[in-house]
């Protein structure tokens, strides 16, 4: 043992510095290992990061709840979804058949709640039966856009370069002719039926989602966990559709409310101008049809448009509710 002694300043003591010795070699030295023991990191990791994106989700919807106008809206819309569904059992006829004499205002006949219109159709009839073209064609048609403009968006922001170019053109294109112009066009040129217009209405909406979509997965592609998974040798779909995706579906959540809001609206703006299935009963054919009496019996118009107006402003409440929540900014306060 090799002893140094140091020099001190004026009166204090010198200090005593000890060399201290390697281990004896027969000390245990850890084996190496043969194998990789991060092979496994893979499995850990996805079952880590599923606990966390529970605990997440559970804020989220803490945070959704103690929205007071997304409950609302939440509410709201689960009363028309409630109506809607019932409606063959309130009503089990046909809405459009003519039941009474014309122009009863509403609560002058206890059987007809609503009133009757210019035909003697019962109006309350027309509301709900209407409710579930709306609800129907918003939801289908917000689900088509969604499938459409995520998937041209993904691999247009996952592989970009020449597919990138070709796919933003694409969705150029598609936004540089007016929306309600180019569903006007596409309903006229084929059948007004229900599925033409909920074909027609996801065409012009997919474009939105698409850019949006490219958005997210261009700046998501290069975080460290996408990098990790290609190092380990994943695939490209399940790198797309495990890794970036379950990561960009906030904003698409809440655009996708919004979406709903707005083919409900192109839908009855359809029906008003009479491009609409003349074989269903609509919001926008129940306006359509009273506007000619509108000075006289303004009930035929205002209490569709009511409905439409309330319903869009449900969901509408919902997508800020659902902004709120799943914003990243707003985490930390979560």
């Known amino acids: ?28 030295q850890p084996r190496a290992v043969g194998r990789w023991t991060h092979i496994h990191a893979p499995d850990a990791r996805i079952a880590s ?35 809607a569904l019932l409606a063959p059992v309130f009503y089990p006829g046909d809405p459009m058949e003519m039941v009474s004499r014309p122009f009863l205002w509403p609560g002058q006949n206890a059987s007809y709640p609503l009133g009757t219109d210019s035909m003697g159709r019962d109006v309350l009839a027309g509301i709900l039966h209407g409710a579930r073209i709306s609800l129907l064609v918003g939801i289908t048609a917000t689900l088509l ?25 694409l969705i150029e294109i598609f936004q540089t002719i007016p929306s309600f112009v180019l569903l006007v066009v596409l309903v006229a040129i084929a059948q007004p039926t229900t599925a033409t217009v909920t074909v027609a209405i996801a ?41 970036i995706l379950p990561n960009a579906l906030p904003p698409l959540i809440v655009t996708s409310s919004v979406m709903v809001a707005s083919a409900i609206l192109m839908e009855s703006a359809l029906s008003f101008m009479g491009l609409g299935d003349p074989n269903q009963v609509s919001w926008g054919s129940m306006i359509g049809a009273g506007r000619d009496v509108i000075r006289t019996a303004w009930y035929l118009t205002a209490l569709p448009g009511l409905a439409i107006v309330f319903t869009v402003l449900a969901l509408n409440l919902i997508g800020d509710g659902l902004n709120d929540a799943l914003n990243p900014r707003f985490s930390e306060e979560r």
């Open 1 to 28: 043992m090799n002893t140094h002694m140091l020099g001190s300043f004026a009166d204090e003591q010198p200090i005593e510095i000890t060399a201290i010795k390697a281990e004896p070699e027969h000390v245990a």
């Open 49 to 83: 990061v599923g606990k966390q994106r529970w605990r997440g989700a559970r804020r989220e919807v803490k945070v959704f709840l103690a929205n007071p106008n997304a409950l609302f809206g939440l509410a709201f819309l689960a009363a028309v979804a409630f109506a």
């Open 203 to 243: 065409l012009v909406s997919w474009p939105t989602v698409a850019r949006l979509t490219r958005a997210e997965f261009r700046a998501i592609r290069e975080k460290d966990y996408v990098l990790a998974a290609r190092s380990l040798g994943f695939g490209h779909a399940r790198i797309i559709f495990r890794e």
């Open 145 to 169: 856009g969604l499938g459409a403009g995520i998937t041209i968006g993904a691999l247009a922001g996952y592989f970009g370069g020449l597919v990138d170019n070709l796919l933003v053109k």
